[in-house]
């Protein structure tokens, strides 16, 4: 993998965000749409995270996402960012805080 400088990294927006709605999307089995909360903004995100979370269970939960990534049409649903999460192959994990911190707080 390539290294990266800081000015690169500080292109990078990510950002907390609340899930406030999240539903399967028809026709795929590993993809899910969640209407997500920055604080003053609410955005629709396309996340392949069905396998491993029931849409119920995401309901409040707050997760880091890549802010500033060019909207993408996927499955017909424009997807306005990318949640964040990390994977061992069999497993997957989002990221979220250990403390509460209020919904579109930047990571650093």
Do not use: C, H, W
């Not at 990390?86 to 650093?108: I, N, Q, T």
Request: charged share 35%; net charge neutral.
């Amino acid at each position: 993998m390539e290294l990266i400088g800081i000015e690169d990294f500080l292109k990078l927006d990510l950002r907390l965000a609340k899930i406030l709605e999240a539903e399967r999307v028809k026709g795929s089995e590993k993809l899910l749409r969640l209407r997500v909360s920055l604080g003053e903004e609410e955005r629709t995100l396309v996340a392949g995270i069905a396998k491993y979370y029931a849409p119920e269970d995401l309901i409040g939960k707050k997760v880091l996402i890549l802010a500033n990534l060019k909207p993408r049409r996927i499955m017909g649903i424009e997807s306005q960012g990318m949640v964040l999460a990390v994977s061992d192959g069999e497993s997957l994990s989002l990221l979220v805080p250990d403390r509460e911190v209020r919904e579109g707080s930047k990571a650093s």
